[in-house]
T-cell receptor, first 110, second 114 residues
Framework: AQRVTQPEKLLSVFKGAPVELKCNYSYSGSPELFWYVQYSRQRLQLLLRHISRESIKGFTADLNKGETSFHLKKPFAQEEDSAMYYCALVRGSTLGRLYFGRGTQLTVWP | NAGVTQTPKFQVLKTGQSMTLQCAQD?????MYWYRQDPGMGLRLIYYSASEGTTDKGEVPNGYNVSRLNKREFSLRLESAAPSQTSVYFCAGQARDRGSYEQYFGPGTRLTVT
């Protein structure tokens, strides 16, 4: 069963435009949600986690338990934001095991 | 402090050949993971090890075996490679930090099975 859904495989925006990468999850308990990013020719790395409620590189994400969503947002996209973004979930009972969505490839055009 | 390292970076195998992908971490992680990354499929967990001496199956374990040799090393073995195992393989170690988890990934091994 797909626990994390990222509906967009590809997303393109122009530099300076707002960007929103969607993530929905299915889990009835209290999940921990994350966004991981993979820049071209680099390893996957953590971008942000919902528990920290922080902004990283201008990105924010709010956990909406009612809509079971954890969308990633940035008000003004930059070319260096072009990357593959993965939403991931940890279920409370699974000792940190991550369940990844299928990823969204973001391209920011100049 | 190298973090998580993987060898080899690239490998081409013929169907039926075997090989072992190596992963090592120097970050004192208890938990380690092996994923495969395929276009349109995201990252799928193959096997993981919650602690030294334990291993468990993930989503796609068929055709693979693992060994948690010690706390630092976690290897993935393909006994008889198949074209369906053509993929990029990532190893990761996990830390618990600030009340949450973070996985640290290796650079990946790009495997082609012909």
């Amino acid at each position: 069963a797909q626990r994390v859904t990222q509906p967009e495989k590809l997303l393109s925006v122009f530099k300076g435009a707002p960007v929103e990468l969607k993530c929905n999850y299915s889990y009835s308990g209290s999940p921990e949600l994350f966004w991981y990013v993979q820049y071209s020719r680099q390893r996957l790395q953590l971008l942000l986690r919902h528990i920290s409620r922080e902004s990283i590189k201008g990105f924010t994400a709010d956990l909406n338990k009612g809509e079971t969503s954890f969308h990633l947002k940035k008000p003004f996209a930059q070319e260096e934001d072009s990357a593959m973004y993965y939403c991931a979930l940890v279920r409370g009972s699974t000792l940190g095991r991550l369940y990844f969505g299928r990823g969204t490839q973001l391209t920011v055009w100049p | 402090n190298a973090g998580v390292t993987q060898t080899p970076k690239f490998q081409v195998l013929k169907t039926g050949q075997s090989m072992t992908l190596q992963c090592a971490q120097d970050m004192n992680h208890n938990s380690m993971y092996w994923y495969r990354q395929d276009p349109g499929m995201g990252l799928r967990l193959i096997y993981y090890s919650a602690s030294e001496g334990t291993t468990d199956k993930g989503e796609v374990p068929n055709g693979y075996n693992v060994s948690r040799l010690n706390k630092r090393e976690f290897s993935l073995r393909l006994e008889s490679a198949a074209p369906s195992q053509t993929s990029v393989y990532f190893c990761a170690g996990q830390a618990r930090d600030r009340g949450s988890y973070e996985q640290y990934f290796g650079p990946g091994t790009r495997l082609t099975v012909t």
